[in-house]
């Protein structure tokens, strides 16, 4: 039963409504933020880790701040703070007002956040990594939380009769709210944000308990309606500038975006350098690809020194490639007549491969994660390719013993397995390449690091070949080397392999023990860096929001 001290007259299920919203809002403003941070700050273990304890802080500091607001009082104790209250236009100290007032504020806390995110994290990008994801979490993500938070311990005191229904009405309420996060969950993270874009999700989280902000304030039949709806309005409004059409803002500039996508494994982006006659795809700011538009090829050589030494092998050769990115090197292993199986979990990847970067040969194509997929085929290939990262991380379920025996066992005998593996080489930065290496011996492979001029001090391109038995791949003729990749003169005979250098020292992954993130956080801050201040600055210089 409704508690009679808050003289409330609203049927009951308007307050399990409110509740089960509040659920889905806190949920959905969490993945927003997510998605607003990570071309900046990165999708990394330590931005995620800043989300949740901004998060956490928030919920907890609204439990209790709701909690003490949903105090009884005595009449007397009522009637002077009612004669004392003065806050802001609301004048009635009942436990409905402060309901009222906590989900006005919450609701233009949620239509502000891209106006605040668009003016903040530009500032906080010279700040650090950390540093900014803290403070832009403080501003954006903390405020809407804390005021949502505040609200199922004042639908608790409203809805509770008595102490002996209380724990009955704070599981129901509970309940009700995680059902209304698992629905928004679904709703924001499957549909709305891949399919409409954050904009329209944005509006949505705040339309909602905007909508449930209106009636309550209707239904109190006071000014407070009308002050209520124009400062929503004027949120909108604002909302509307910040994040209106930037094409206005850019005409001139010497950068064009033709894709920019949000969606849950991120913000996708393929965009022009016109000096330079470039073309990129980034993964929240991150590059995945990095074409030169007059030849459409990769002006990164690892892709040439791939299709370099997968030319040993005769036409027709099956391969299990995974991760498209812009589809560069798939495009030279159909040019040796290859027959690749691409494994990529990003369904837009193929898209913006055939639109944006020229990709027109029949492959086939599997949405799925790659770990899931070698569990689950028949197929064995002659040469397996891992060319894969989620921004600028390296999924750790894939860098494993287990996994590596699993693929083992696809790679036919006379075949070849190579991993990209872009980090540091030496020194205490260079375990997560001791780590994998080991791994792989560990795994039964035979193992080598092609020589890629790898130069210390930061992180480049190297190459893992395995194998089940020795191969020596400068006994090959190379008679089927594209003319394309001639130009690079990649060694065939002498200096093929990186003599030297020792495992030793790396640590034997597994899933039990599934660390990449850690040995890889060094890679991870440095990719970001450079993120930040080659790709978020410079488009932002340009004239193109956080949108």
């Given at each position: ?16 409504l ?11 403003t ?73 989900l ?9 956040q ?41 639908l ?104 920019n ?52 092998k ?77 921004g ?23 075949g ?23 791994t792989?011996?560990e ?78 956080e ?9 993120g930040?201040?080659i ?13």
């Open positions: 039963m409704i508690d009679k001290n808050t003289e409330i007259s609203l049927p009951y299920n308007f307050f399990y409110i509740a089960f919203v509040e659920g889905g809002a806190v949920l959905a969490e993945l927003i933020c997510a998605q607003l941070f990570a071309p900046y700050f990165g999708n990394s273990l330590q931005t995620w880790a800043v989300i949740l304890i901004s998060t956490l802080t928030a919920l907890t500091a609204g439990y209790f701040s709701g909690g003490y607001l949903s105090k009884k009082k005595t009449e007397d104790g009522r009637r002077k703070t009612e004669e004392r209250s003065q806050l802001f236009f609301l004048k009635s100290d009942t436990l409905l007002h402060k309901l009222n007032l906590c006005l504020v919450a609701t233009l806390a949620i239509i502000l891209p106006f605040i995110a668009g003016k903040l994290i530009p500032v906080t990008l010279n700040t650090g990594i950390i540093t900014g994801a803290f403070i832009s979490a403080i501003f954006i993500l903390l405020p809407p939380l804390f005021f949502l938070g505040m609200l199922s311990p004042m608790i005191q409203i809805l509770s009769a008595d102490t002996t229904t209380s724990g009955k009405t704070s599981g129901l309420i509970y309940a009700i709210s995680t059902s209304g996060g698992i629905l928004f969950t679904f709703l924001f993270g499957f549909f709305l944000i891949p399919h409409f874009g954050m904009k329209t999700a944005i509006v949505l989280n705040s339309l909602i308990p905007a909508t449930l902000t209106g009636y309550l304030l209707l239904s109190q039949k006071k000014n407070v309606f009308f002050w209520g709806f124009s400062l929503i309005m004027l949120s909108f409004f604002l909302l509307g500038i910040n994040t209106g059409d930037t094409n206005q803002k850019v005409k001139k500039s010497y950068i064009k975006v033709h894709y996508e949000y969606g849950l494994l991120g913000q996708l982006t393929v965009a022009d350098d016109n000096l330079a006659h470039s073309r990129s795809l980034f993964i929240n700011h991150i590059s995945q690809s990095f074409m030169y538009i007059p030849s459409g090829r990769s002006l990164w050589h690892y892709v040439h020194r791939l299709t370099h030494y997968c030319s040993v005769s036409p027709s050769s099956k391969v299990l490639l995974a991760g498209m990115g812009g589809g560069l090197l798939v495009k030279e292993l159909t040019g040796l007549h290859f027959i690749p199986d691409v494994i990529e979990l990003d369904e837009r990847m193929k898209n913006v491969s055939e639109k944006y970067f020229g990709l027109n040969a029949k492959i086939n194509f599997h949405t799925d994660d790659f770990r899931h997929y070698v569990k689950t085929t028949f197929h064995r290939y002659d040469i397996i390719i891992i060319d894969i990262s989620f600028e991380n390296q999924p750790s379920n894939i860098y494993t013993m287990e996994s590596f025996m699993e693929i083992k066992k696809l790679l036919k005998e006379d070849l397995f190579f991993i990209h593996f872009p980090d540091f080489l030496y020194g205490e930065e260079g375990l997560a390449v001791r780590s994998v290496g080991k792989l011996i795994s039964g492979f035979f193992v080598k690091l092609l020589n890629t001029k790898h130069k210390p001090g930061s992180p480049g391109e190297i190459i893992f070949l395995a194998t089940h038995k020795p191969v020596a791949l400068e006994n090959y003729l190379y008679d089927q080397l594209p003319e394309f990749t001639k130009q690079y003169k990649f060694p065939t005979k002498n200096n093929l392999y990186l003599e030297g250098y020792s495992f030793e020292g790396g640590v034997i992954l597994s899933d039990d023990k599934p660390i990449m993130d850690f040995l890889h060094k890679t991870v801050m440095f990719s970001r860096k450079e930040i201040e790709v978020s600055k410079t488009l932002l210089e340009q004239g193109y929001g956080i949108f």
